[in-house]
Each structure stands twice: as structure tokens, then as C-alpha cells.
């Protein structure tokens, strides 16, 4: 069974590069983290051997995100979610030197611009959010947002005050410190509703184009709890999705539902199997027999 989920993609080894290079997009940096952070389903990617060169080639494929490392080989990773609240590593050197040890993650799609990192800054607006995103949506009419990552959650100020007055920047990554940015406040909420339905979007159509990649033979299962998910499920012999998804398709609703067969009634605990999808019967609960494939 392979579950899939819509936050990784992968970029092999790109050749649009001259196609996309022309394109606008924001490059905003979001900070350094453990060197494997990025890499689920990504793969070695010779043409992107720079920070740039994979900044383009999500942006080209439309991700809001970019994770770039080269400990030994070069990976690019494109997604649709941003780094969690942990994981955060110092800077190498400056304010954006993660160095080859440590994975740079870059925002693509947002109006912000990295400043610096300052510690002990002040604040028209405290809060806690769940996300990178959450907080410069909720900054939004704000000259400036300032983001600590926390162990898990994000501590989010918002400023109108000018960074100039923040103090001495400090280097990246240390403990307490928060990243600094600015942008041009929005003079109305349509401006971050948009921006928040655009992610959705993206979000949706990676999942679907994550469900056309299912290895030949497996169905792309809905996973009851996660609207975002999909399992990969042989329903020709999985026995708790029998001859079809238990909990419907992913992509195609009019799909038939599967059937769990070890629930099926008067079956012994192990002696139900499925074959060729359908639900088999080999052996009943006692005081019942088999008869016909059915437990009587």
C-alpha cells in the first residue's frame, strides 16, 4: 500500500530552465533547516545546481515553495506547503548562507521581502499561527511581519514601524530571533482572499496530478479523515477495500465503493480473504457453516 500526500513534488532533471527564467516571481527567504528536509520523493536533480536555477524551476511548475540542498548531490524539491514551526537551523554565515550542509527554503509567491533577523522587536500585533503563510495573511495590512519559529507554532508579529528602529540584526537561525519582512500593506481583505483561494487551488490540483501517478493496477483511495490524502490501493486483493475504494475514489466519484471482507457477517476472525475483487469466505464462525461462499 503507498499513501500519498500533496506536500512534496519532485524535480528530476529539468530542461525549461530558458523557459521560465523570464517569468516574475518572488524569491523570499524563509530560513535553513536539517539537510533532509525537502527530500520525500524528490530526486537528484543535475540542471538545478543552484539556489536560483531551483527557485525557477518551481516557480515554472507553479509551487509556492522551494527547498534546495547539496550536501553531496544537488536536490530540488517543489511544494505546496511551507517549512514547519521545527527543524530551524542557523545560518553558515550572514542572514541566507545555509552553506551545502542544510536545505534553503524560499517562498515564491508572496509580495514580501526579507530584511534581516532581530531579536526582542516591537509589536502592533501579537499572535500565534499555525503557518509561515498564516502570519504574513494575517500582516497583511501591515507594513511589516516578523516570524520566530516556535516548537510548533509560529509567533507572529505585525509592524508598522519602521525596521531601521528594530535594533542590531542578528545571525539567522539563533534561538529567540525573528525573521523580519516587509511589504506594501493591502488597502482590503480581497487581496489575501485571493492569494488564500489561489493556494487552494494549487493544492487541489497537485493532489489530482499526484492521483494520475499511482503505479499501474492501483486505485488512488480517499483516506477518511484527511481530505488532502490519498492511498494507492490494489482493490483486486486488498481485503478491507475490496473491488473498489472503501471510502469512495479520489477522482472519480461514480466510482463503485469497495467492501471490507473482514466484516463480513458469520466470517471467523482471518477467514475471509479478497480475490480478484471480490470477497472470498473460507472459513465461519463456529455453529455456522459455508455454504455457497456465505456463512448459514
Known sequence: MLRITSTLSFVGTLSFFSLVSAQSYSETYLGCFSVATGWAVAESSPTATSIAD???????LGYPYAYYSHPSAYYCSC??????????????????DCGDSQTTVYALSTDYDFVKCYSNPSSDDTSSQSSIEACFTHCNTYNNALIEYGGNHFSCICLNESLDSEGTAQQCGQSGLYFAYNHTPASSASTVERRR??????????????????????????????????????????????????YGSYSNSTSSIGTDCSTLSGAAFGGSTCFDGRCQISACEEGLKLVDGRCQ
Open 79 to 96: 511544494t505546496t506547503e511551507s517549512p514547519a514551526a521545527g527543524g530551524l537551523r542557523q545560518a553558515q554565515s550572514g542572514y541566507t
Open 54 to 60: 531551483c527557485n525557477a524551476a518551481c516557480a515554472g
Open 197 to 246: 483561494r489561489r493556494l487552494e487551488r494549487m493544492k487541489r490540483d497537485e493532489q489530482l496530478r499526484l492521483n494520475r501517478f499511482c503505479p499501474a493496477g492501483l486505485d488512488a483511495c480517499i483516506v477518511p479523515g484527511s481530505e488532502d490524502s490519498f492511498e494507492c490501493i490494489d482493490t483486486s486483493s486488498e481485503l478491507e477495500s475490496c473491488g473498489g475504494c472503501l
